[in-house]
């Protein structure tokens, strides 16, 4: 008799999960978009200066990123936040190269802190580029 039961309370196990599992639908936010647009600025290169570009380039444009500390309990404004906002604005230009002129502190009254960092969007010709 136990035996039985033991097989029933088994039977039931087994179908109560599987009725669990096969009904499951998952929904998510997440966009294929919103992951090109998050890495982009990792398909562009930082250079210290035009003369470290590894060979000839197109200049693109001027880029600024920013970092604004909203609140005083906030992380405070930092470079490598601005750079990152830069490198996905030049990354949106075509350019695959980007080199940082200068970071600055302005004054604005919707920030607690702004850190503003400025550079130049390049895009590097390559062999195959020039052909």
Known sequence: MTLIIKSIKTTFACIFLA???SNMQVETNLD????TEYFAAGS?????????????AKFIGLVEGESCQMNPSD?????ADARTA????AAAMKANAVVFTSCVNIDEPQCHQLLVC???AYQLISETTKK
Request: some cysteine; charged content about 25%.
């Open 19 to 21: 009725s669990c599992s």
């Open 32 to 35: 294929e978009d919103n992951f």
């Open 44 to 56: 562009v290169e930082v250079f210290e200066s035009t003369n470290a570009l590894p060979g000839p």
């Open 75 to 79: 992380a405070t404004a930092n470079a």
């Open 86 to 89: 830069a490198r996905k604005k």
């Open 118 to 120: 400025y550079g130049k």
